[in-house]
């Protein structure tokens, strides 16, 4: 089997309400799900997700190539594109790609990708993470009372601007899942949104009111050293690495002691996740996937060692999409149908095609101007 094209189409997840954090909201809830569909000389297609918008670049190291070469064909994609630099769109690329690589390679087994990566169980333990900084309280607590009916016991919040309104949605999400569990567990993510000094004395106002699990994201990706000081500094755990792209990045982490979750973007690819796990099992730290539509990364994180939890962000799937997979028992049941367990409904995707707006400008430290304040001057 050699792989011969790819086409790349896009589709659309409604979330039913606003999602977003600190960095921005998209208040209409409807984001775009970029699609990477892998050819074969064979007719077998593998299925990518994430955005891809650098796959020329990253195409002609695989084609040609069998699809079952897929860890070399991963190194093979970073090394084409080295000298011109393999992070931001370029390493997204490479994790649809490699995606589709593992799609086919479990397709062509004819079993789940969770299989063929070697896990046992088809249940991967998960936490409820509604994106939900532009919820009001009310709706903030009916949203996590349905992971609730869902069998979910652990949830993580969206915050870092008002820590007073962020204790008290911690507390009552707390109260709402505890229909489950007398314990249940709380996240807390600000998106890099901290300075160490803000994230210490936040983080000690939040553990005087409740068990705190982790902390994530408190400060900038890159500040090793920073991560340091808040894990010390804090009984909860910090939790980290999602934006992080190859395991180089992660070593600095490692080596100052500066996270106690390893986190890794799903994002980036199932290849991606893999090292990272291992990488993180033999520094005797737990691994824990970042959500992403349909859950890909569930597959594998269902076969390594370390997995502690997987983010789940929402129930509902993007349009024109069926994947074999349950969200119930506070956690991802994956089914048996072949690869990834994703079909891809071409003609209705193009029949509907809505925009999506999830790339909105902004971050951390913007914020609208105030009347009358000028940010250039006058001419």
Known sequence: ??????????????????????????????????????????????????????????????????????????????????????????????????????????????????????????????????????????????????????????????????????????????????????????????????????????????????????IEEPVRRWDAEGHAVITRASKCAVATGENLTGLDQYLPLFTAGAVDVVQAGMVWGITHFNRVAAAAHAHNLPVSPVGYNGNPVAHAAAAVPNLLTVEVQDWKVPYGLTIDQEIADGGIILGDAPGLGIEVNEAAIAAKRQSGQWNVAGGPHVRPARAGLRLVPES
């Open 1 to 214: 089997m050699k792989i011969t094209g790819y086409r790349s189409l896009t589709t659309v997840h409604d979330w039913g309400r606003p999602i977003g954090d600190v960095n921005g909201l998209v208040r209409s809830g409807i984001t775009d799900v970029p699609i990477l569909l892998l050819e074969t000389d064979s007719g077998l297609t593998g299925v990518g997700l994430g955005a891809h918008g650098d796959i020329a670049r990253v195409f002609p190291a695989v084609e040609g190539e069998d699809p079952r070469a897929v860890t070399t064909l991963y190194d093979r994609m970073l090394a084409h594109v080295f000298k011109s630099g393999h992070a931001g769109a370029t390493y997204g690329a490479i994790g649809a790609v490699d995606m589709a690589l593992w799609d086919l390679k479990a397709k062509m087994a004819n079993e789940p990708l969770w299989r063929t990566l070697g896990a046992r169980d088809r249940f991967v333990p998960g936490y409820a993470s509604g994106l939900c900084m532009g919820l009001e309280d009310d709706a903030l607590y009916a949203l996590y009372g349905e992971w609730a009916d869902r069998g979910y016991t652990s949830a993580k919040i969206k915050g870092g601007r008002d820590i007073e309104r962020d204790i008290r949605r911690m507390l009552g999400v707390r109260e709402v899942l505890k229909r489950n569990s007398p314990r249940p567990a709380i996240m807390f993510d600000v998106n890099e949104s901290w300075s160490r000094k803000q994230a210490v004395r936040h983080i000690a106002e939040i553990e005087h009111h409740l068990d705190l699990t982790w």
